[in-house]
C-alpha cells in the first residue's frame, strides 16, 4: 500500500482528522491479514477481495460467521462494511490518479441552503469537495434536526461513494448528493441508486434524498416530482475574511 501518497490524498479530500486515522487503520487492517492493496488490484482490481469481505442482513440472520480473515469484536455486518469501504476507498485513490499539487479551496466558506428552491444570489463553489467540506460544518442549515452518520467521509455502497449521509430528527436515514454546478436527469438517477443502496440495508426499509446543487434543469424538477421521498435544494456561498496582515 502506498501509505504517504494515500494519507496526503485523505488530506486533500478535506476529512477531518480522527476519520483519516480510522481509514488508515483498516487498510492496514485489511493488508495485514489478506495481503497487499496494490497486489490485489494489480490482480482483478480488488475483486476477490471484496467478494472476501461481504456480509449481508440475510447472513446476519443465519449467523453466518466472520468470512474475512480479520479478527474483531462486535457486530459482524457492521465490520464488515467498515473494512469494505476502507478497500473501495484505496480503490478511489489509486483511480484517482493523485497528485500532491494542491487545488484552490475555500476554507473560510460557508455554505447556505436555500429550502425554498428559489434563485439567490452568491458565489458558486467550484469543487465539489470544498462544497462537501463547507455544508458538513453547516449541516444544520439543510434541514433542523439533521445528523450526519458517516464518520465524516463518503460512505461506500454498490453504486459508488455517498457525499454525505444523515439521519433526520424522524430517525430515517438521508442521502444527500452535492453538485457544484447544475444538476441534471443524471443526478436524480444517481441519488436514487444510492438511496435503493441505503435501503436494503436499513431496518426500517425507509430512506430519504437530498440533491444539493446550484441550479437544476427542467428534466431534473420533472423526474424528482415522482419521487416523494427526494427533495432538490439549490446553496449559494458567503464569504468571511479577516485581516491578512496579523
Known sequence: MKREAYQRWLESQQYAANTIT?????????EEFHGDLDEHYAKDRMASLLEGLT?????????RPNPSKIPFDGNIRTNIASYRDAIKRYMKFIESGFTTQESPQFPNAICSVDRT????????IGLERDMQAALRKEIHQLEPG???IDEGAERSVDSGFIDITARDGDGVAVVIELKAGRAGRDAVGQI????????????????????????FDNKAKAAAKMVPNLVLRKYSVQFTFSDGSV
Do not use: T
Not at 456480509?55 to 449467523?63: L, M, W
Open 22 to 30: 480510522a481509514q488508515m487503520h483498516r487498510a492496514n487492517r485489511v
Open 117 to 124: 428552491g428559489d434563485e439567490q444570489g452568491g458565489q458558486r
Open 55 to 63: 456480509y449481508s442482513k440475510n447472513d446476519e440472520r443465519n449467523n
Open 146 to 148: 439533521i445528523k450526519i
Open 192 to 215: 436514487l441508486s444510492y438511496m435503493g443502496d441505503i435501503v436494503a440495508e436499513e431496518d426500517s426499509g425507509k430512506v430519504r434524498g437530498i440533491l444539493v446543487a446550484a441550479d
